[in-house]
């Protein structure tokens, strides 16, 4: 195999295509991408009746000072099969974990040896790594950017044979969040609760199975503002108050945070039409763009910097930084949304 890094596309190719490479160093912040590799290379490398002999799951806590029992059983020819597999999962639990170096400077072919190390990235600096880019595959799974999470929805249900409306994919990536753990857990969760027959799904959906209102969301708000409906914005603000262990004020300012410093970014675009708003600011659709054609509307350059500075004051504020009085969170809230209508 070459000696580069590969992306999970690239490994979950290859592995489909039964290339294999006689080591995977996986490691990183994002755990759903190691784990399903992993899990591919375990489910298909061996047929069922050769796996009794030939895989073999370890455990860093067991094997924390075990450097080399790893290294006795990699150098294990396969029984009565083309392949022996060990996945080495919590690897970042071994204390030695370069003693793995010299193996990796001579590995078999016919062993697989899957390297798990969680929850970070390995020393780039340490022989191991090197040899593993050198002889295998280096894989360092990052977690996804916010923004990039609608199209992993989109792109995960896809692979379910399923649909989801952009706003709806939106919607449930600024509730779960970017633990692609999770995230995968709600989906699958909702393609569950899909009546029979029924392919896409639905803000309804989530509403009923997620327990966001479809109608009461950040995303909403967002939308109020943008269009500067005074009354709109109050049901929602007075919604979230009142729910506001589902509405926490602090993921609220940094998502209005992320809309009015686009917003800011928008004057400069070429073209004022959606799709070049969309083509500037790196959105989806030119659907996405209709919160900023409004804003522009309804808000000068100077009112943005404005409201961009009272966002800041407002999560400071929050976080118990420069904090005047009693203000709860609710009337800081509801300060900073009244200073943006003004």
């Keep these: ?200 799904i639905t803000a309804d959906v989530i509403e009923q199975n997620v327990g966001i209102s479809k109608e009461y969301n950040v995303f909403e708000l967002r939308t109020a503002l943008a269009e500067r409906n005074a009354k709109r914005v109050s049901q929602i603000v007075s919604y979230m108050t009142k729910n506001s262990k589902q509405n926490p004020v602090q993921p609220i300012f940094a998502n209005l945070f992320s809309y009015f410093a686009n917003l800011m970014l928008a004057y400069y675009a070429p073209q004022k039409t959606a799709e070049g708003i969309a083509a500037f600011l790196g959105l989806r659709s030119p659907w996405a763009a209709r919160d900023y054609i409004s804003g522009m509307r309804n808000y000068s350059a100077m009112k943005v910097l404005q409201i961009i500075r009272q966002i800041r004051l407002a999560d400071a504020r929050s976080k118990g930084v420069d904090a005047t009085g009693n203000l709860t969170d609710a009337e800081n809230f509801r300060e900073l949304t009244l200073f943006i209508l003004q």
């Design 1 to 200: 195999m070459a000696t580069n890094e590969y992306t999970y596309e690239q490994i979950v190719r290859d592995l489909k295509a039964r290339k294999y490479a006689p080591v995977y160093f996986l490691m990183g912040e994002e755990d759903y991408y190691i784990d399903r590799i992993s899990e591919i290379i375990e489910e298909s490398v061996l047929a069922e009746e050769e796996k009794d002999f030939n895989l073999s799951i370890l455990y860093g806590l067991d094997y924390a000072d075990r450097v080399a029992d790893i290294v006795t059983l990699a150098r294990r020819y396969p029984m009565m099969a083309d392949h022996q597999v060990i996945i080495l999962r919590e690897a970042q639990m071994v204390r030695n974990l370069d003693g793995l170096a010299a193996y990796l400077q001579r590995p078999l072919e016919s062993t697989i040896l899957v390297v798990c190390y969680m929850h970070g990235t390995y020393d780039r600096r340490k022989k191991l790594t090197s040899l593993a880019l050198e002889k295998g595959v280096l894989f360092d799974s990052k977690r996804l950017k916010e923004s990039m999470l609608p199209r992993f929805i989109s792109s995960y249900l896809k692979g379910m044979g399923l649909a989801i409306e952009d706003s709806s994919a939106q919607l449930l990536a600024e509730h779960v969040g970017n633990n692609l753990s999770r995230l995968t857990g709600e989906l699958k969760k909702l393609a569950l609760a899909l009546p029979q027959g029924e392919k896409r």
